[in-house]
C-alpha cells in the first residue's frame, strides 16, 4: 500500500518540495514550477492541514480530489480545503514544464478576521467540487495580481496592518473567483443544459416508476450520482439556471405527484405520503403545507 503523506505546516509541504522555508508560517506563494516531488512513484497521496489554491498549467498528471476525479485538463485554477485527501497520478511519457502558482493559507492566519467563517461558504472549497475554474487571460491576470499582492505584503515588514491587508487581497481573490465560476455556469451553456435535461430525464425515472414506495425519496447525493457529478456541482449548476437547488426541485416534484393523487384519487392523505416515500404522514403534511399555503385535506376540498 503506497504511504499517504500529512502536511501539517506550511514548512512541511516545503520541505517536502525541496523549497526554501516559506518567509511567513502561515500563508505563501510557491512558483508552481520549483516545486519537485521527491519520489519515484508514479502516484503520490497526501493530506494537508491548509487551505491551498493551484493556479497552474502544463500539469502531466491527473489529479484526484476525495473520490472524485478532478476535471483539470483545461482548467487552470482549484480549491482545496484542510484535512482533505488528495493524490496525483503521473502521465507516463509525457514531458512538460508546469508553470504557475500555488497559494497555500493555514487556518490559523484566518484566526480573528471576517474569513475564518466566510471561506466555508464558497462552495469551490468543497471537497464534492470537481471542475477546476477556466480563466481567460485577462481572468488570469487578475488572480496572479492579487496573488502577488499578498507575496509583496508578507514579504515586507510584518506589523500590526499585514495580516488585514493580505485579507482584504484574499477577499478581494475570492469574490473574483465567485463570478469566474459563475461565468464558467453561462459559457458552457451546451453541456450545462444537456446536464439540466440529464436531471430531469433521472427525477422523472425515479418518481414515474414506482420508486418512491419501493425505495423511497431520492436523495441529492444519490440524484447526484446518477449524473456522475457532486452533489455541490449539481446544486450550484441549478441554482444558476433555475433560481432553485436540487432539494427544492425533489420537493416540487413530490408536491405536484401529491396534487395529481389528492384530485384523482380518493386515497387517503396517509395512504398518499407513503406511496410518495414518507415514512411519517406528518412529514408530508408538513411539507405540503409550506409549499402550497394549504394542507392536504384543505386542498382536496378546495379542488374539489
Request: some cysteine; charged content about 25%; aromatic content about 14%.
Amino acid at each position: 500500500m503506497k504511504q499517504t503523506f500529512r502536511f501539517n505546516s506550511l514548512s512541511e509541504f516545503h520541505a517536502f518540495c525541496n523549497l526554501p522555508n516559506p518567509e511567513h508560517p502561515l500563508i505563501s506563494l510557491i512558483d508552481y514550477s520549483k516545486v519537485k516531488y521527491p519520489v519515484n512513484d508514479m502516484e503520490l497521496k497526501w493530506i494537508q492541514n491548509y487551505y491551498s489554491v493551484g493556479l497552474k498549467r502544463n500539469v502531466n498528471a491527473k489529479f484526484n480530489y476525495g473520490q472524485q476525479e478532478y476535471d483539470f485538463d483545461s482548467g487552470v485554477l482549484c480549491f482545496v480545503s484542510p484535512l482533505q485527501f488528495l493524490s496525483l497520478e503521473m502521465k507516463p511519457d509525457v514531458e512538460v514544464e508546469p508553470t504557475g502558482y500555488l497559494l497555500l493559507i493555514h487556518p490559523d492566519f484566518l484566526w480573528g478576521t471576517s474569513l475564518i467563517k466566510k471561506i466555508k461558504s464558497y462552495e469551490f472549497f468543497s471537497y464534492q467540487i470537481n471542475e477546476a475554474l477556466f480563466l481567460s487571460d485577462k481572468e488570469e491576470k487578475i488572480i496572479v495580481d492579487l496573488f502577488k499582492n499578498i507575496e509583496k505584503e508578507y514579504q515586507n515588514n510584518i506589523d500590526k496592518f499585514t495580516q488585514e491587508l493580505i485579507v482584504a487581497q484574499l477577499e478581494l481573490f475570492l469574490i473574483y473567483a465567485e463570478r469566474f465560476y459563475e461565468r464558467q455556469f453561462f459559457t458552457r451553456k451546451k453541456s450545462s443544459h444537456e446536464l439540466l435535461e440529464k436531471f430531469e430525464e433521472v427525477l422523472s425515472q425515479h418518481f414515474n416508476n414506482g420508486n418512491l414506495l419501493e425505495k423511497g425519496i431520492p436523495s441529492v447525493k444519490s440524484i447526484a450520482e446518477q449524473l456522475n457529478i457532486s452533489p455541490n456541482y449539481l446544486g450550484s449548476l441549478l441554482r444558476i439556471h433555475t433560481q432553485q437547488n436540487t432539494q427544492q426541485h425533489i420537493q416540487n416534484k413530490l408536491i405536484d405527484l401529491a396534487k395529481e393523487r389528492l384530485s384523482t384519487t380518493s386515497l387517503s392523505v396517509s395512504e398518499i405520503a407513503y406511496e410518495l416515500g414518507f415514512e411519517h404522514p406528518q412529514s408530508f403534511s408538513k411539507l405540503f403545507k409550506q409549499k402550497v399555503k394549504q394542507s392536504p385535506g384543505e386542498f382536496r376540498r378546495a379542488f374539489n
